[in-house]
């Protein structure tokens, strides 16, 4: 079956850095995007960053473009986010996204279980 398991979060002091891991299985890895997102208590579910099946294009959040890098290591099933210079406003739970995009339609989409991250002194 589907699953989208991620590793990596926890507690950083402002500053800090984490590296977040989406490891996936039972699927075409290389033929879905994938992307990170986050939600903070009392907000809503935002993308924070994507990276293409094809080509490996990245797209970023304003508010982490220069802090965060997304990557996917298509050998491995795997998806990464690292996360320099964190600061509080990036504390929220952090979940991995799988995206089957055919002509703009979404066809296919699967998601993580989420993992805590947060920055505090």
């Known amino acids: 079956q589907v699953q989208l398991v991620e590793s990596g979060g926890g507690l950083v002091q402002p500053g800090g850095s984490l590296r977040l891991s989406c490891a996936a299985s039972?699927?075409?890895?290389?033929?879905?995007?994938m992307s990170w997102y986050h939600q903070a208590p009392g907000k809503e579910r935002e993308l924070v960053a994507l990276i293409t099946s094809v080509g490996g294009r990245t797209n970023y959040a304003d508010s982490v473009k220069g802090r965060f890098t997304i990557s996917r290591d298509n050998a491995k099933n795997t998806v990464y986010l690292q996360m320099n210079s964190l600061n509080p406003e990036d504390t929220a739970v952090f979940y991995c996204?799988?995206?089957?995009?055919?002509?703009?339609?979404?066809?296919?989409?699967?998601w993580g279980q989420g993992t805590q991250v947060t920055v505090s002194s």
């Open positions: 039972g699927f075409t890895f290389s033929s879905f995007a």
């Open positions: 996204n799988a995206a089957l995009i055919r002509n703009g339609v979404t066809l296919l989409n699967y």
